[in-house]
């Protein structure tokens, strides 16, 4: 079946601090993969996706490549801000059926500290 | 533009209430979606229209009954809910296209509902 493992949280940062989260698959056929970021008290938004294998997401900062031969997503961003300090959950939809439905990771909390 | 629209946003409301929660979309999407996501926990898929349809029911309690009065518009209807229930109610569209291609989907902000 599908599945996303991310890595657990909270993740504690300083302000510009390099930024890594861990997101691995398991999906048959070629799953789109996504990044969505939950800001306190909010829905999600869509931060990046990627919808075949070496494409490379990016948004804010933010960047991620699909990686079909270690089956990982992760999440990457050079120098993180305060502003930055959310959830962030690791999706993938593979196509079945009359509509495709979004599996989630876990859901990784990051903390940016001043 | 990538709205989806949510009212209200908060609900509290006693187990013996009717209410309904509202999404709204302008994109033209015709798969609308119903989450619930608990705290600190990711969104848990309820029910899924496609093109005014139901398509998928996640095998949710008959208290939570949706409908689809056109392609722009989603509502919950909610009653005799228990405690457990109170919980993040998310929205979400995407296009639908139906062929074999996997479509993005856009959250709204939610409606934090609390049963009493």
């Known amino acids: 079946g599908n599945s996303v493992t991310q890595m657990e949280g909270p993740v504690t940062l300083s302000e510009e601090a390099f930024l890594t989260i861990n997101c691995t698959y398991t999906?048959?056929?070629?799953?789109?993969l996504f990044w969505y970021v939950q800001y306190p008290g909010e829905g999600l938004q869509l931060l990046l996706k990627a919808t075949k294998a070496d494409d490379k997401g990016s948004n804010k900062g933010f960047e991620a490549t699909y990686r079909k031969e270690t089956t990982s997503f992760h999440l990457e961003k050079g120098s993180v801000q305060v502003s930055d300090s959310a959830v962030y959950f690791c999706?993938?939809?593979?196509?079945?059926?009359?509509?495709?439905?979004?599996?989630f990771g876990t859901g990784t909390l990051l903390a940016v500290q001043p | 533009d990538t709205e989806v629209t949510q009212t209200p946003k908060h609900l509290v409301m006693g187990m013996t209430n009717k209410k309904s929660l509202k999404c709204e979309q302008h994109m033209g999407h015709r798969a609308m979606y119903w989450y619930k996501q608990k705290a600190k926990k990711p969104p848990e898929l309820m029910f899924v229209y496609s093109y005014e349809k139901l398509s998928i029911n996640e095998s949710v309690p008959s208290r939570f009954s949706p409908e689809c009065p056109n392609s722009s518009l989603l509502n919950l209807h909610l009653h005799a809910l228990q405690p457990e229930d109170s919980a993040l109610y998310l929205c979400?569209?995407?296009?639908?296209?139906?062929?074999?291609?996997?479509?993005?989907?856009?959250f709204g902000p939610g409606t934090r509902l609390t049963v009493l």
């Open positions: 999906a048959t056929g070629y799953p789109s």
């Open positions: 999706a993938l939809a593979n196509y079945g059926g009359a509509t495709n439905k979004l599996i």
């Open positions: 979400a569209s995407s296009q639908d296209h139906s062929g074999g291609k996997t479509d993005t989907q856009y």
